[in-house]
């Protein structure tokens, strides 16, 4: 069979067809849509996964967290606890609160508001422009905000100059020298005036007894005035007794 008759048969096949069937007509109009269907039952829940990784336990120091963000978000409680080797405390532009029961200074700033300190300084507040000032005060400055002396004042052999008096009330008043001279009077000659009792060696003596010296190296004594009892011969040396208007003993010797 040759090729020629192979398509002669096809399109005469064709023909056919088409007779019997007829030409394809043209599209039809899309048809409605239908509904939705019904939601689906709820699906069961899956089971619990494995518990995740808890990441880094490890407490870092302060120096790691303050690399990473040194501003607070509140106060900082220290719990009694101090802050040591600090190199300063500032509020740039803001006022700084040092707040407490008491506020101990355990060692004098070497600089106040920009001022060099010296030992023997005092620190001193101005009222008058509200800024602190290093001064170095008198005794006077500093007696004036208190008095009463805490432990004994020693005065380094100096002297105590221009004073109007010495006083312990209902208390005895002790001047001791240990082992020096005790010096009481005026160097101008002026009056040395002694007020109330006067005692000597622990005795304030009996009433007309005056103090005789005992010499240079013994104390004085109290004694009563007047000519005691002779215990021996009165030697006149050739001198007269004059204006006598009598002498009385039981024997009287004159040669």
């Known amino acids: 069979m040759s090729s020629s008759f192979h398509v002669t048969e096809i399109q005469r096949m064709r023909a056919i067809f ?3 069937v007829g030409p394809a007509g043209p599209p039809g109009p899309i048809g409605r849509r239908g509904q939705m269907g019904e939601v689906g039952p709820k699906g069961q829940m899956g089971e619990v996964g494995p518990k ?3 990441g880094d336990s490890v407490i870092h120091p302060l120096s790691d967290v303050m690399s990473r963000g040194n501003q607070a978000s509140t106060t900082l409680d220290m719990s009694q606890n101090s802050i040591e080797l600090c190199s300063g405390l500032s509020n740039d532009g803001g006022t ?3 707040d407490a029961s008491s506020v101990v200074f355990t060692k004098l700033p070497t ?8 030992a023997n300084q005092l620190v001193t507040k101005s009222y008058v422009d509200a ?7 008198t005794l006077g400055d500093v007696m004036s905000r208190g008095n009463h002396a805490s432990t004994t004042l020693d005065m380094s052999q100096n002297s105590i100059e221009l004073c109007s008096g010495l006083y312990n009330e209902s208390r005895s008043l002790i001047i001791d020298a240990s082992g020096g001279d005790v010096i009481i009077g005026s160097s101008n000659n002026s009056t040395t005036k002694i007020k109330g009792m006067l005692s000597f060696g622990n005795s304030h003596g009996s009433a007309g007894q005056v103090l005789l010296s005992g010499g240079a190296n013994a104390s004085p004594f109290w004694i009563t005035p007047g000519i005691p ?3 021996d011969t009165l030697n006149m040396n050739q001198y007269s007794i004059a204006s006598c ?3 009385y003993l039981s024997l009287i010797h004159i040669s």
Do not use: Q
């Open 111 to 118: 600089t106040m508001d920009n001022t060099p300190t010296d």
């Open 96 to 98: 700084l609160t040092i």
């Open 18 to 20: 088409n007779d019997l």
């Open 229 to 231: 009892t002779a215990t």
């Open 245 to 247: 208007s009598g002498l």
């Open 52 to 54: 995740g990784d808890p």
């Open 131 to 137: 800024k602190t000032y290093v001064d170095t005060k």
